[in-house]
Structure formats: C-alpha cells, structure tokens
C-alpha cells in the first residue's frame, strides 16, 4: 500500500515540476520527499499486509 502511495506522490510531483505549480507549502520537493519516505517505510516493512493461512490437518 505504501509502494501505491509513493508512487502516487511521485506522480504529482512531477507533474508539479513540469507545470511549475506551487501551492503556498506543497511544493514538488515536498512530495517528492514524502514519497521517499513512504519508499522507506515499504522497505522496512512497516505496513506491508502478511497473510498466513493455517492448514488444518484433517486426521
């Protein structure tokens, strides 16, 4: 989920850059920032979904 996130902030980021669009603190550098720190934290594993089945054993 962070990895959509990322790329997601990595999206409007460039579309920021390429249309040269600021808005008071939301800035180009900023999402980009944030997006390597959603990167990061995918990394780390923090937020990654584990799914464990159980198998039962049928005796």
């Known amino acids: 989920m962070l990895a959509v996130v990322a790329s997601v902030l990595f ?3 460039l579309i920021f850059e390429l249309a040269g669009i600021s808005l008071s603190v939301i ?3 900023l999402l980009t920032t944030a997006g390597l720190l959603c990167l990061a934290l995918y990394f780390a594993g ?3 979904r584990e799914v464990t089945y159980r198998r039962r054993s049928h005796r």
């Open 11 to 13: 999206a409007l980021a």
């Open 46 to 48: 923090i937020g990654a």
């Open 27 to 29: 800035t180009a550098t």
